[in-house]
């Protein structure tokens, strides 16, 4: 059992940066992929972005690319969001999850295929 712990939300004018991190415990977290996904008022859980247990492979929602940079610290058992050039269409409430049935290298965007989900950390962008 993983236990997922956000921090590092806030209100940040539109422009600015945020870093998220995510607290692991409990379980093996440098074999689990990691994802972040968010979740806006009246809106489905989307994907955000994704890194492989190594942290050599990454992928991310075509709305945040090049803005948003995922990482990862498996001495620390902490994944970070790192969120620049921040835009009012941000704004949600971020959640990390560890993706305990990849296999290898894969990494997955579908909510639906993570198991472990902290309890969320709000980031707020104002225009």
């Known amino acids: 059992q993983v236990q997922l712990v956000e921090s590092g939300g806030g209100l940040v004018q539109a422009g600015g940066s945020l870093r998220l991190s995510c607290a692991a415990s409990?379980?093996?977290?440098?074999?689990?992929?990691m994802g972040w996904f968010r979740q806006a008022p009246g809106k489905e859980r989307e994907f955000v972005a994704v890194?492989?247990?190594?942290?050599?492979?990454?992928d991310y929602a075509d709305s945040v690319r090049g803005r948003f940079t995922i990482s990862r610290d498996n001495a620390k058992n902490t994944a970070y969001l790192q969120m620049n050039s921040l835009k009012p269409e941000d704004t949600a409430v971020y959640y990390c999850?560890?993706?305990?049935?990849?296999?290898?290298?894969?990494?997955?965007?579908?909510?639906?295929?993570?198991?472990?989900w902290g309890q969320g950390a709000q980031v707020t962008v104002s225009s």
């Open positions: 999850a560890a993706d305990r049935t990849s296999i290898g290298a894969v990494v997955r965007t579908s909510p639906v295929q993570y198991e472990y």
């Open positions: 409990g379980g093996t977290f440098r074999w689990y992929p």
């Open positions: 890194i492989s247990w190594s942290g050599a492979t990454t």
